[in-house]
């Protein structure tokens, strides 16, 4: 039996981060039967051991640097928060708050500004979108706080976007 | 508070592979080949794959070690200063039971 039928018994997230490394050090030869049995129980050890799984979601393979996957390691390092890397200090706290309420009242005092000269759909979209938009916008100085730049853009963007939308919608229904 | 000898002896039956490891990569960084190589002449111990990067994985985790930029397709790994303390107090609290062993042993 070779390494590399082996890996498939492993995570997908441990291959892409330590396959190749592994099938460097064991090459493509026939492995002895204790090295199976020692892949063997790496498989299941990968699978159900936390401390591998947590070490496997912070070392981003190459691969996962692609968008789509920056965004699930950054749905897994939120679910993984207690790590010391991503904890929300007291400051981070209060200058995330502080973003919420500046860009809240920004956005509603824009909209009552647009109603007062008329723009009434206008007003009403800037009304609506105050607090999501500013909860969006307060995410990078608090729970995204640490995150890649990327990683950051593709939540906030997309989701900012798809509010702003179901504003225009709701406003014109 | 734990010590620094009991958070090597939390990576249960990983502790050993993880101090081979250790000191493997206490004079450079070290890809996985070289590490296996280096360990196997310095204890006699071949550690197979699954092992090797379960140890590793573990102290990654730790971060007693960290990888480095991958060189031909080989990535190196080398020790963090974390895991310089983690090692040195190991080597000591070894040192310690290695004495008392040694003396015990020419009393009786």
Redesign the interface.
């Known amino acids: 039996m070779t390494a590399g039928s082996l890996l498939k018994l492993y995570p997908r997230a441990w291959r892409a981060r330590y396959g190749a490394e592994l099938l460097q050090l064991v090459g493509p030869r026939a492995l002895s039967a204790q090295q199976t049995f020692d892949m063997l129980a790496g498989a299941v050890d990968a699978w159900i051991s936390p401390s591998v799984r947590a070490a496997v979601r912070r070392q981003p393979s190459a691969a996962a640097v692609k968008g789509g996957l920056m965004v699930r390691q950054f749905l897994l390092k939120c679910s993984t928060s207690n790590h010391t890397q991503y904890r929300m200090t007291t400051r981070d706290g209060l200058i995330s708050a502080a973003v919420l309420l500046a860009v809240s009242l920004v956005f509603t005092a824009a909209g009552i500004y647009a109603s007062s000269v008329g723009y009434t759909m206008t007003a009403d979209i800037l009304k609506s979108i105050a607090f999501p938009g500013a909860v969006l916008l307060s995410m990078p100085f608090g729970v995204m706080k640490g995150q890649p730049r990327r990683a950051q853009l593709i939540v906030l963007g997309p989701t900012m976007l798809l509010i702003a939308l179901a504003s225009v919608i709701a406003t014109r229904i | 508070m734990r010590k620094d000898t009991d958070l090597l002896a939390s990576l249960g039956r990983f502790s050993e592979p993880a101090l081979l490891i250790l000191i493997s990569l206490a004079d450079g960084p070290k890809?996985?080949?070289a590490m296996?190589q280096d360990i196997e002449a310095v204890s006699g111990q071949k550690l197979?794959?699954?092992?090797?990067?379960?140890a590793?994985?573990?102290l990654?985790?730790?971060e007693w070690i960290e990888?480095l930029p991958v060189e031909d397709?080989?990535?190196p790994y080398r020790l963090t200063n974390a895991g310089q303390q983690i090692l040195k107090a190991r080597l000591e609290s070894l040192r310690a039971v290695t004495k008392i062993g040694v003396s015990r042993l020419a009393e009786g």
């Open positions: 890809h996985g080949y296996t197979g794959p699954g092992t090797l990067y379960g590793i994985a573990r990654e985790e730790k990888p397709r080989r990535r």
